[in-house]
């Protein structure tokens, strides 16, 4: 079955800081989808970058940037220059086959003005 | 907005009673998932539909029902709730059943059982 585990449980930083947030997963299958959301504090849940397991080419979307590393089953996701709107909880989901999405437990970060 | 309507935003209701929470998924997404959020078990799945048929079950209680109309909105049932059944709900939907496309979820209804 799939796991993923983000160890971080709450991450606080002073605006303007880079902060990484971590995820490691577990999965038999050789084909798979990461997924990145955000959940503010309105509740919503945001898909914010999407990562497939045969492409381990890592990119930079505006302030947003990750790191997919196969070999070590991680997928981590960096926000350069962080702001007070970032605050939020932020979940590293798998998705393999016509199964379910299967979510971290999430990590609530904090950016202090 | 993600596309992806839930209705009722919020609900208050007392233990034992029934409740209905709708879904509308994004227009022309056939893939329907339900999740459920408490502070001490995370997000986790509850049952997906494809199309009308169910397609995966997650740890949906039996108290709990849930199905995909002809017209691809999806309900969720439950009924003789307990205070534990307290939680945010989210509806999400996705274009097919496959794997590589992100879902989109609602903006959640409250349940709160008192």
């Known amino acids: 079955a799939q796991k993923v585990t983000q160890a971080q449980t709450e991450i606080s930083v002073v605006e303007k800081e880079d902060v990484t947030l971590d995820c490691v997963y577990e999965t038999r299958d050789t084909t798979y989808y990461l997924f990145w959301y955000k959940q503010p504090p309105s509740g919503e849940l945001v898909f914010l970058i999407r990562?497939?397991?045969?492409?381990?080419q890592n990119e930079i979307s505006g302030r947003y940037s990750w790191n997919f590393q196969k070999s070590t089953s991680s997928f981590n996701f960096t926000i350069t220059a962080s702001q007070v709107v970032d605050s939020a909880v932020y979940f590293c989901v798998h998705h393999t086959g016509r199964r379910a999405l299967t979510f971290g437990s999430g990590t609530r970060l904090q950016v202090q003005p | 907005d993600s596309g992806v309507t839930q209705t009722p935003k919020h609900l208050i209701t007392a233990t034992g009673q029934r409740v209905t929470l709708r879904c509308s998924p994004r227009?022309?997404?056939?893939?329907v998932y339900w999740y459920q959020q408490s502070l001490d078990q995370g997000l986790q799945f509850l049952i997906q539909y494809y199309n009308g048929e169910e397609r995966a079950k997650g740890n949906i209680l039996e108290r709990f029902s849930a199905q995909q109309f002809p017209d691809l909105h999806s309900e969720l049932n439950l009924s003789s709730l307990e205070l534990g059944d307290s939680a945010l709900y989210f509806c999400?939907?996705?274009?097919?059943?496959?794997?590589?496309?992100?879902?989109?979820f609602g903006q959640g209804t409250r349940l709160t059982v008192v």
């Open positions: 999400a939907s996705r274009g097919w059943e496959g794997p590589g496309t992100e879902a989109f």
């Open positions: 227009s022309g997404d056939l893939s």
């Open positions: 990562r497939n397991s045969f492409d381990e």
